[in-house]
């Protein structure tokens, strides 16, 4: 197959593949990273199709960044580079918190440049709102990238409406990076009506609740032990909640044996459902499942499957909060 691609924002349009890759969990969070498995995900997401990458400086912190260098290293045209700032992290790992200071966002994106091998950024993201500095000094520093040719276009992760607002008037925006799945649609309310008022793309993470609506994790156990979502910090995956949300993804599975797809393809069909100005990178570090996830843009919903997907996982049907702190999420 050949995947297609879909464009985000109108004002700096960006053209990227339907389906993203996220390499997150190549480098930590999630179990035991591979340096070497992630470069051959990587490169063989490029033999798909799948050109629109994701990373973050504070993914290691800063090794993911150095990985996915060295896998598009002779490969960089075929690829839309996302990357993220605003996290910030020491190299033991240890946290120093959001920072959105227009001195760190020089210094956070010429140190990205460096590890990624590369001479500018497609889409350069604020990870996470710095309350304390206005978005407009922000993205005003993120603005001068772009105009120096390091940056192409502007991102925000989990930035409020009104925060939105603020940076695209500012600089044009274009897209938002949210957690947005079946399990997770509370954007759906304000953010996305603001999106789509604006012009600005949707670009979701997680759109397989980290993993669980793959139907492969079937209890706690299913996860390694350094597995962050052991953790407190992801209630949905511990205890009741846990029970409560794999009812919901028995369900999915029910739909989507009908159907002849995965429980996964089934739940990223539903994401590339929801708008041409829609582009989710579910993350893999393994090719098999990078095939599985690419499988899901042959995946046609048709109105009586986005019914039965709705009476299936209802609005509010799931357990526990996406995070167990939600304090540096933008409200």
Known sequence: MTLQQRTLGTTSPLTVSTLGLGCMGMSEFYGTGDEQQGIETINRALDLGVT????ADMYGPFTNEQL???????????????????????????????????????????????????DHIDLYYQHRVDRSVPIEETV??????????????????????????????????????TE????????????????????????????????????AITDAGTLEDNDSRRSPYFPRFSGDNLDANLALVAEIRG??????????????????????DVAPFPGTKRVKYLEENVGAASVD?????????????PRGAVAGDRYGDMSSIDA
């Open 140 to 177: 005003g520093a993120m603005a001068e990238l772009v105009e120096a040719g390091k940056v192409r276009h502007l991102g925000l992760s989990e930035a409020s409406a009104a925060n939105i607002r603020k940076a695209h008037a500012t600089h044009p925006i274009t897209a938002l990076q």
């Open 52 to 55: 629109f990458l994701d990373t």
């Open 301 to 313: 919903l048709d109105e009586d499957d986005l019914v039965a997907l709705e009476k299936a996982v």
């Open 180 to 215: 947005y799945s079946l399990f997770t649609r509370d954007l759906e309310d304000e953010i996305l009506p603001v999106l789509r008022e604006l012009g600005i793309g949707l670009v979701p993470y997680s759109p397989l609740g980290r993993g669980i609506l793959t139907g």
């Open 255 to 276: 739909i989507a044996e009908q159907k002849g797809c995965t429980p996964g393809q089934l739940a990223l069909a539903w994401v590339l459902a929801q708008g041409d």
């Open 68 to 118: 996915v260098g060295k896998a598009i290293a002779g490969r960089r045209d075929e690829v839309q580079l996302a990357t993220k700032f605003g996290n910030e992290r020491r190299p033991d790992g240890s946290r120093v918190g959001i920072n959105g200071r227009p001195e760190y966002v020089r210094s956070a994106c010429d140190a990205s440049l460096q590890r990624l091998g590369v």
